[in-house]
């Protein structure tokens, strides 16, 4: 329902229902709910390790099939894109139709042959997920040990973007912010120098309550002068070494965690996401936002707005 309506439609009834035709030109698609990582920031790993789902390509080619304004797709959620074998397919043709396409990936399967294949897909952004600059604090974060082979892979795919001299996709190493490890962020900068990598992205964390993700570990307005100085140092740090360093909305990393330029008065204004995108899930359920699963930790089936093996997605 919408407070507005198309011309020529009587909206002098108050409880009449007015319906406004809605296309996203912005879509979340989780390609799979598989994962070889078991991030203790990620409600997958407390909701979801049954799962083992890649969604078809068929199934792909239908839900965007019905959204001809589509400008912008992000290909995750909450398992690894680049363990479905079609993906690359997705992408070509998502890149038939111009959309600008984008998936953060842990880059642990990331080998030689599916770095050439990143790179020569036409893929707009290629995101990598670390949260760390040490190995242990990495199999603390996310599960599983992995550190020195995704390092390798991401610097063999920029070494192969090199030698094709191309800057595309576009790869950036993101880093999720909390207390486990802002004393990492400098050295995190320095990794993606050392690299090769041009951007360093920090995300404020999310909790639910399990593992990490708890308000102890947020430091979301929480920043204690160590903590300060920590990100000065990352600043410090990106600006000698040449990297973009930035948090949420393209911000500074001290002025997105320390919160004081949020609108007190009307928070719910800083998010547009529910007029502006959907977030499909690699069984075919639709929901708001990727948010969703992170917000109502192990309840977010509550929060389904629809199914697409039964509704399209206008209905929904």
Not at 116 to 130: K, Q
Request: hydrophobic residues 40%; charged residues 25%.
């Amino acid at each position: 329902m919408a407070n507005a309506s198309p011309a020529g439609d009587d909206t002098t009834d108050p409880t009449r229902p007015v319906v406004v035709p809605w296309q996203p030109r912005s879509l979340y698609v989780e390609v799979s709910n598989r994962c070889n990582s078991l991030c203790v920031h990620c409600p997958r790993t407390f909701h979801g390790r049954h799962w083992k789902r890649d969604l078809t390509l068929a199934d792909f080619q239908a839900v965007i099939e019905q959204l001809p304004e589509l400008e912008r797709i992000v290909l995750h959620g909450l398992g690894e894109p680049l363990l479905n074998p079609q993906l690359f397919e997705m992408i070509a043709l998502l890149k038939a139709r111009g959309v600008y396409v984008v998936f953060n990936s842990n880059a642990l399967a990331l080998s030689p042959r599916l770095q050439r294949r990143v790179v020569e897909s036409g893929l707009d952004e290629f995101r990598v997920s670390f949260d760390a600059a040490t190995a242990q604090t990495y199999r603390t974060i996310r599960g599983v040990r992995g550190f020195e082979r995704a390092v390798a892979n991401v610097r063999g795919l920029l070494a192969y973007q090199r030698e094709q001299g191309t800057t595309r996709p576009r790869v950036s190493l993101w880093f999720v912010t909390m207390r486990e490890n802002v004393r990492e962020l400098a050295d995190f900068v320095r990794l993606a120098a050392a690299i090769g990598a041009p951007e360093v992205h920090i995300q404020r964390l999310v909790y639910f309550g399990e593992g990490l993700a708890v308000e102890e570990q947020s430091l979301f307005r929480q920043l204690a002068a160590e903590e300060q100085a920590q990100l000065e140092e990352a600043e410090r740090v990106a600006a000698a070494q040449g990297v973009l360093l930035s948090a949420s909305g393209g911000e500074p990393p001290r002025r997105s965690l320390d919160g004081t330029h949020a609108d007190e008065r009307h928070p719910w204004w800083a998010c547009r996401r529910p007029w502006q995108l959907a977030y499909i899930t690699a069984e075919g359920e639709v929901l708001a936002c990727c948010f969703v699963p992170f917000v109502t930790g192990g309840r977010w089936q509550e929060h389904v707005l629809g199914d697409l093996r039964t509704q399209s997605l206008a209905e929904i």
